[in-house]
């Protein structure tokens, strides 16, 4: 089931495909679901696009002219592109799907797919990223200073809010109880958090301006 946005759908989405009717067809479509499409005829005048705005999402044929797609794919590490790259093809093979999620595609879908299928994934991996780059924790509050917090420790502290010993942590998320521990020290560093219990008050509390009392 894709995940529900955790946003305005309004975000931009660029099409990547020399195909001038696969472009207006996906674009169609994502209007409709209420995305902002922009459609690429070639690798190029989307890589210039990318240096003066930056999408939500890229929906990417890797078979294109000049510059093929997983030169593309290419070009977006060594930028650091950081929104999620869906990867199309109408000859997927095993080699080439490797290749593109070796080179940053966050999916490869073999054409012809259902309309419901590409919006499904641009869903799920537009919320994923937004969950990311924010700072999004599973089950805590919209804390202040989530953002600093790298995505291993996030998985710690989740965990940790949960109740869960430095050994469970540690069977939960493949690592040693000592390397949960000394995330653990880092979350608190970073949070100001002085125990355990006032890291939990900080976690737990919604992310709300902090009001200077009028009084004194």
Request: include cysteine.
């Amino acid at each position: 089931m894709a995940q529900k946005l955790p946003f305005s759908v309004d975000v931009p989405i660029f099409i990547v495909d020399d195909d001038s009717s696969v472009r207006d067809a996906l674009s169609l479509l994502l209007k409709i679901e209420g995305f902002l499409p922009r459609g690429f005829g070639d690798g190029f005048s989307f890589l210039e696009a990318v240096q003066e705005a930056v999408p939500a999402c890229v929906v990417l044929d890797i078979n294109l002219p000049g510059r093929s797609g997983l030169e593309v794919l290419d070009d977006l590490s060594r930028l650091k592109f950081p929104p999620p790259v869906i990867v199309i093809t109408g000859q997927a093979d095993i080699a080439m799907a490797v290749a593109a999620m070796k080179s940053g595609a966050r999916d490869v879908l073999e054409k012809p797919f259902a309309a419901n299928v590409l919006i499904d994934r641009i869903r799920d991996v537009v919320a994923a990223h937004h969950r990311l780059t924010n700072g999004y924790i599973e089950g805590l509050a919209n804390f202040p200073g989530r953002e600093l917090l790298t995505s291993r420790e996030r998985d710690v502290l989740s965990q940790v809010a949960r109740g869960a010993s430095n050994k469970e942590a540690g069977r939960r998320l493949g690592i040693s109880p000592r390397t949960i521990e000394v995330h653990r020290a880092r979350i608190m560093d970073k949070l100001g958090a002085k125990n355990a219990a006032d890291l939990m008050r900080i976690v737990l509390s919604e992310s709300t301006p902090r009001s200077r009392s009028s009084s004194g």
